[in-house]
């Protein structure tokens, strides 16, 4: 009985002490903030500083949304049109494949243009990302 008791106690131990592993260090142990922030002040998320661009509905298509990113360049807003490009991406990539097929890159040049520009614009290169974003509304 006596070691069944003290096999109890070494598991419970080893149970707390991985419990306590898990914890970051320097957190308030009474409210679990951590270190230089106070529950229920300010936002417990990371925000966006990029304004959204309220323009464009919920049902807006890819030629919508390049039209959107090319404008907020035209502004001088990159993260603005970086969004809308992304966007314009997720609607140029809604395709049917064929059954199997369904991890095929889809590399059209639409989709390539469209990355290219978000790659442009991550680059700083914003004169280039309106030229194929120009290319991509041609098609």
Known sequence: MRYLNFAA?????????????QTPPGV???T?????HEPGV????????CPTDSTISENA???DYLRAARASLVA?????????LAMAETRALDRSVVQ????????SPLVSRIRDARSAIGTGDNTHAI???????SN
């Open 100 to 107: 199997g097929q369904e991890n095929a890159p889809n590399n």
């Open 131 to 137: 030229q194929l974003i120009d290319l991509a509304l």
């Open 76 to 84: 001088g807003i990159p993260c603005q049109a970086r969004e809308s």
């Open 32 to 36: 679990g903030a951590r270190p230089g």
């Open 9 to 21: 106690a070494a598991l419970l131990g080893m149970t707390a002490m991985s419990a306590l592993a």
């Open 61 to 63: 298509n890819t030629n």
């Open 28 to 30: 308030n142990p009474v």
């Open 42 to 49: 300010g936002y417990s998320l990371p925000r966006s500083t």
